[in-house]
């Protein structure tokens, strides 16, 4: 009876440390701080969106967020923290769309392979931007105009950055021409735009806020129509044969972090954008809070790469 006893107690000794040990391997460890890499400037939106999600992150969890700032070398300074981070979900980097297009320009890092995904965070729409003093009400009058005035266009654009590749590719499929104006930021560019030195823009749509009354959106690039600005049609309403551009925000840990963990971070995460807090808040922002799988996000950066690689190798962005 004795040895019966004895062996059960063991059986049970293992299975309770089969457990422990599948738990630690499903769920981060929420009694050490999660650091997020951002690899922007504090201060913008995509930092002020990762300090909304890092807050309420904290107040579901109870594990303390730092917000790690580290811009610089085209993403490569915020890339190199996360790649030599240990994989075991406790940090992050968080990525933006700018960062495929940086990708396919200079080919300095690979997203899918040297990260884990853990999913989407939010997104806002692109738009196709033009000063409110200019003539074009439309899409057309636009392109009309281009093509009436060979390599008279000029557009802003951070070079090599999703509204350059966007821009690029939109001119392209319609034969037309035009030359970038190379700024640090889509502020810069529509500022000039604002002031009539360039004839257009494509931008994030959030910039109509605080350019009110001074630039003027003749499409928006996404699937559906935004309610920031919910008269202007979207380009597959006009027929245009282009890509989506959605300047979305998501999260990612390094390559190797077990996919159990991967897994119950994407629960909590989405978990943590439902709330009215984040979505209230991202909304005063310009941006939809929108969770999703990490294949999801995977998929979608291979997308864009897919189409971006291509009109970066031919412009010859890697070499500038």
Known sequence: MSFINDRRRVLQAGAALAASTALSARAQDLSRPLR??????????????????????????????TVDNRPGGSYMIGMQ??????ADG?????????????????????LNRQLAMIGLGGSTPGAIFVSESSPWRSVKELTD????????LSYGAVVGGAG?????????????????????GGPESMTALAQGELQMCISALPLIIPFKGKVRVLAVMTDQRSALA????????????????????????????PAATVASINRTMNDVLKHSNVTSKYMAQ???????????????????????????????????
């Open 164 to 184: 350059h590749l966007h821009a690029a590719n939109f001119l392209r499929k319609q034969n037309l021409t035009g030359t970038v104006i190379a700024f640090k």
């Open 36 to 65: 997020i890499i951002v690899p922007l400037p504090a201060g913008g939106v995509a930092d002020n969106s990762v300090r909304i999600f890092a807050e309420q992150w904290t107040a579901q969890t109870k594990q303390a967020v």
């Open 90 to 110: 406790n940090t992050w980097i968080h990525l933006n769309s700018e960062m495929t297009a940086a990708q396919a320009t200079f080919q300095r890092y690979d």
């Open 145 to 152: 105009w281009i093509r009436a005035n060979p390599n008279k």
């Open 286 to 320: 310009g941006m939809v809070a929108k969770g999703s799988s990490s294949e999801a996000l995977t998929k979608m950066i291979a997308d864009d790469l897919r189409w971006m690689a291509p009109y970066a190798n031919e412009l010859n962005l890697r070499a500038s």
């Open 81 to 86: 923290q996360i790649i030599a981070a240990p």
């Open 230 to 257: 919910p008269d202007v049609p979207t380009y597959k309403e006009l027929g245009l044969d282009l890509p989506q551009l959605d300047y979305w925000g998501g999260f990612a840990v390094p390559a190797g972090t």
